[in-house]
């Protein structure tokens, strides 16, 4: 009693038809299979793109002796006791 019939099923697809209409339903079919793609492409392309990257070249930490913009201020931080 807990799950719908194949017939329970046919009539829900065919309010959604009736509702949306088969034009809309394509293009939102067509528009989320293009969203997969593009996330498989971009995993895809962002793994190894982040692994060549760090093998690279290494991350580089700024110190005193780099020269600041005229517009940076420089100052320290100091922690409250």
Do not use: C, R, Y
């Not at 793609?37 to 962002?46: C, I, L, R």
């Amino acid at each position: 009693m807990g799950s719908f019939s194949i017939w329970h099923w046919l009539v829900v697809l065919l309010i959604v038809v009736m509702v949306f209409g088969t034009k809309k339903l394509k293009n939102l079919g067509s528009d989320l299979g293009g969203a997969v793609k593009g996330f498989k492409d971009g995993m895809k392309e962002g793994g190894g793109a982040a692994d060549d990257k760090s093998a690279a070249t290494p991350p580089t930490q700024v110190t005193a002796a780099t020269p600041a913009d005229k517009t940076t201020i420089d100052v320290e931080a100091k922690h409250k006791s």
